[in-house]
């Protein structure tokens, strides 16, 4: 089991931006495949972003694509998700994922695809 603790959420201006930061617990990280999903108030869990073991391999919802940046360092068991030009509808809570014994240049873009998740950190943007 992994422990997967996200930051750097707060509220923001429309326009604005952010970086988000999930730190993992354990030895093994270069061996999990991540992924950024998010959660508005009254609406189901969704896809944001999603990157491979070594980060070869990356993907993004359309309703992000050319904002949000996800990339990981292995050395410091972190993935980021920076995300620019932030709208009102990006508001949510963004949770990051980790999916473990899956391969090297895979990504996962369901929820049911990931194993071990964080608690969440809350993302306002303001009009």
């Known amino acids: 089991q992994v422990q997967l603790v996200e930051s750097g959420g707060g509220l923001v201006q429309a326009g604005g931006s952010l970086r988000l930061s999930c730190a993992a617990s354990g030895r093994t990280f270069s061996t999990y495949a991540m992924g950024w999903f998010r959660q508005a108030p009254g609406k189901e869990r969704e896809f944001v972003a999603a990157?491979?073991?070594?980060?070869?391999?990356?993907y993004y919802a359309d309703s992000v694509k050319g904002r949000f940046t996800i990339s990981r360092d292995n050395a410091k068991n972190t993935v980021y998700l920076q995300m620019i030009s932030l709208k009102p509808e990006d508001t949510a809570v963004y949770y990051c994922?980790?999916?473990?014994?899956?391969?090297?240049?895979?990504?996962?873009?369901?929820?049911?695809?990931?194993?071990?998740w964080g608690q969440g950190t809350q993302v306002t943007v303001s009009s």
């Open positions: 990157i491979s073991r070594s980060g070869g391999n990356i």
């Open positions: 994922a980790a999916r473990t014994l899956f391969g090297a240049t895979a990504i996962a873009t369901m929820r049911r695809e990931y194993d071990n």
